[in-house]
């Protein structure tokens, strides 16, 4: 299951400037968690945002849960 979950969250260069998005969608992840940690709960942004599914809110947790696995981080300078 987790995996059909993780089809979900695509990459495309011409879309959102190639940032993790919703099914080809112009919805990023990180919008979705920034409104799930905003105090939204998953019908209010299913009711906002139409073309989403309840699949696509629980394929962002999965994929942040995924990334948050990243052993180590390392500051790039600028």
């Known amino acids: 299951m987790n995996n059909n979950l ?3 969250i695509t990459h495309d260069p ?3 400037h190639g940032k993790p ?3 080809g969608l112009r919805y990023p992840v990180e ?3 920034e409104l799930l940690s905003s105090g939204m709960k998953t019908e209010e942004i299913l009711n906002d945002y139409e073309d ?3 699949e696509d809110i629980q394929a962002a947790l ?3 849960a995924r990334i948050s696995q990243i ?3 390392h500051k790039i300078a600028l």
Request: hydrophobic residues 50%.
């Open 14 to 16: 011409d879309i959102c």
């Open 31 to 33: 919008l979705i968690l």
């Open 71 to 73: 052993k180590s981080i």
């Open 62 to 64: 999965l994929f942040a």
């Open 6 to 8: 993780l089809e979900r």
């Open 21 to 23: 998005c919703i099914r």
């Open 52 to 54: 989403l599914e309840r």
